[in-house]
């Protein structure tokens, strides 16, 4: 008998327009050769002007302990989101990100359309996370964490450029008492949406573009961009 041909990726167009409509891909474990479509009931997003940033992480932030980058190592970063864990011990391990759905992403950002956001700590990665970019919008798909707190720096830094790019939703597709904990909220996969027809009106520029915006002003303000990052949450929080 003749293995099963892998699944081929999903074509970048197909992708965009999944998440255009609401809609994202997901599979059943890391072999599973087949995927599905998600269009939650209740779907969790990040009000902008909503993260909780608390105390010890905005002094993380200005310590500047690790390295932020953007789209440096995409695949390593939707590599590290595929490996098994446990969310409890008592939990059997797992994924969601099969190798069509990992080969998917890797093309989608190639295309341009989406981004990692990478944490460094003396060379090494510990923490990041990726999704897709849309106009005013930004579609997060999973982080990880090797290091204490890496993900919410990598989350925090994402917010921050989110901001300066202009971009107004930050959808998380799913709730978490983790994300709740960061100001993550839940509404109707109705309300979602309306508010993602209305992101995507937006002018905003791509992710990218709100990390340089951020390192500019951090160089023109003389300070790290870090300790930007703190400063501006400390003014919202």
């Given at each position: 008998m003749h293995a099963p041909s892998p699944t081929p990726p999903v074509p970048a167009d197909i992708l965009l327009a999944a998440y255009r409509a609401g809609i994202f891909p997901m599979a059943d474990g890391r072999e599973d050769p087949e995927m599905f479509w998600v269009e939650p009931r209740e779907?969790?997003?990040?009000?902008?002007?909503?993260?909780?940033?608390?105390?010890?992480?905005?002094k993380l932030l200005r310590q500047e302990k690790f390295e932020v980058t953007c789209?440096?190592?995409?695949?390593?970063?939707?590599?590290?989101?595929?490996?098994p864990r446990r969310e409890r011990p008592d939990e059997e391990s797992g994924t969601w990100i099969s190798h069509a759905i990992e080969a998917s992403y890797n093309a989608l950002h190639r295309a341009g359309h989406a981004h990692s956001v990478e944490v460094w700590q003396d060379g090494a990665l510990v923490g990041g996370l990726y999704g897709v970019d849309l106009p005013g919008t930004f579609c997060g798909e999973s982080m990880f964490s090797r290091a204490d707190n890496a993900s919410k720096i990598a989350l925090a830094w994402l917010v921050a450029a989110m901001r300066a790019a202009g971009k107004i939703l930050l959808d998380c597709q799913f709730i978490t008492p983790h994300l709740r904990t960061l100001g993550a909220v839940t509404m109707s996969?109705?309300?979602?949406?309306?508010?993602?027809e209305k992101a995507?009106?937006?002018?905003a520029a791509p992710l990218p573009e709100g990390f340089a915006a951020l390192a500019q002003k951090a160089q023109l303000s003389g300070v790290s961009p870090g300790k930007l990052i703190a400063q501006s949450f400390t003014q919202t929080s």
């Open positions: 779907r969790a997003v990040f009000p902008i002007d909503g993260f909780r940033a608390s105390t010890s992480l905005r789209n440096a190592d995409f695949a390593g970063v939707i590599a590290a989101c595929a490996e996969q109705a309300d979602y949406l309306v508010l993602l995507l009106k937006t002018n």
